[in-house]
């Protein structure tokens, strides 16, 4: 039987699922080769420690793999139940605070390899984390696609370590109740950019979409919603959406570096964000803080039939 351990948290109400042991060995070639082996070979494993029965909806999976630079404090593959991610702003700090609890780091600068760059976490005294994130830049300005129903709707393609197409149309306002609603025009959104074959840089799929409004609360700067490529919704304020989303700000002239920005996600929970100049885009930098939920050994019986989860999760469109 497979046991697999993990360390489940949450940040800002986004679930992270870190995996201690158990993981089959994915090599010692560059992070990049690794990610295409944990999804050509993997995939029903990702599915069944990411969905039902055994995760929460909206799991992260945080693989940790040996750094190919031992002066970093780990290697990390991202990825949700539709495969692997590039990276993940609240799964890096869920990541910290797993180690930081397990006494495998303290607190104080450490460098995490990822897929698509070194990030730089930062473990404060008061449990926040920090990440320096991957440079961030905005790709195309003002992006169109015809929604049925809807008409055109525009945005910016931006990368935070992920693709996002970033809109300020939204069909209602960002609030719980109207949770169905935004689910459906951004899946709408993402089978339109799909269907006219608008791509990230290199032909990468756009599979977040992040949208934005003033936020209800005075304090804070804006609010979104992000559709993640499972089709759920962050339940945080998106590490690699505010990223994008400060990208493309700083290239309009709308947040200067050093400047706060206060993200708040969908359910309301916060990130603090702000930027250094880089050298395509800029340098974000992400403020969270993460809670654990569990620790636990998975079993996976070789005679269970969802032992691979279900093939389809039954709450899927
Ligand atoms: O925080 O970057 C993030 C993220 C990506 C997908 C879910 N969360």
């Known amino acids: ?52 029965p055994r995760a929460p909806v909206a799991t992260v999976l945080a693989v940790l793999t040996p750094p190919t630079d031992p002066a970093f404090a780990t290697g990390v593959l991202y990825a949700d139940s539709g495969g692997s991610l590039g990276m993940c702003g609240h799964g890096t700090i869920g990541l910290v605070h797993t180690l ?11 460098t995490i390899e990822t897929p698509v760059g070194r990030v730089d976490a930062e473990l404060e005294g008061d449990g926040s ?65 799909e269907e006219a074959g608008i791509t990230g840089e290199g032909g990468a799929p756009i599979d977040h979409i992040e949208l934005h409004a003033p936020s209800p609360h005075g304090d804070a700067n804006s609010r979104n919603f992000v559709l993640c490529p499972t089709l759920t919704y962050d339940r945080s304020p998106c590490g690699t959406g505010t990223s994008a989303r400060l990208a493309c700000l700083a290239a309009e002239g709308m947040l200067a570096p050093g400047e706060t920005y206060r993200q708040e996600g969908f359910t309301g929970s916060r990130f603090e964000a702000s930027y250094q100049p880089g050298t395509r885009g800029i340098r974000p930098r992400i403020r969270g803080r993460a809670h654990l939920t569990a620790r636990a050994r998975l079993l996976f019986e070789p005679d269970d039939p969802v032992s691979g989860a279900f093939a389809r999760n039954p709450d899927d469109p």
């Open 1 to 52: 039987m497979r046991e697999i351990e993990v360390v489940d948290s949450h940040t800002g109400g986004e679930p992270t699922r870190v995996v201690l042991s158990g993981f089959p060995d994915l090599g010692k070639g560059p992070l990049s080769e690794r990610r295409v082996r944990l999804d050509c070979e993997f995939g029903n494993l990702l599915r069944a420690l990411t969905t039902e």
């Open 100 to 110: 930081a609890a397990l006494r495998r780091i303290r607190a104080g600068r450490h």
């Open 129 to 193: 984390v920090s990440i320096d994130n991957v440079e961030s830049y905005r790709f195309r300005k003002g992006v169109t696609v015809n929604l049925p129903g809807h008409g055109p709707v525009t945005g910016d393609l931006a990368w935070g370590g992920n693709w996002f197409f970033i809109t300020g149309a939204t069909p209602s306002p960002l609030e719980t109740g109207h949770r169905e609603t935004l689910e459906a025009y951004t899946r709408a959104i993402r089978r339109a950019l």
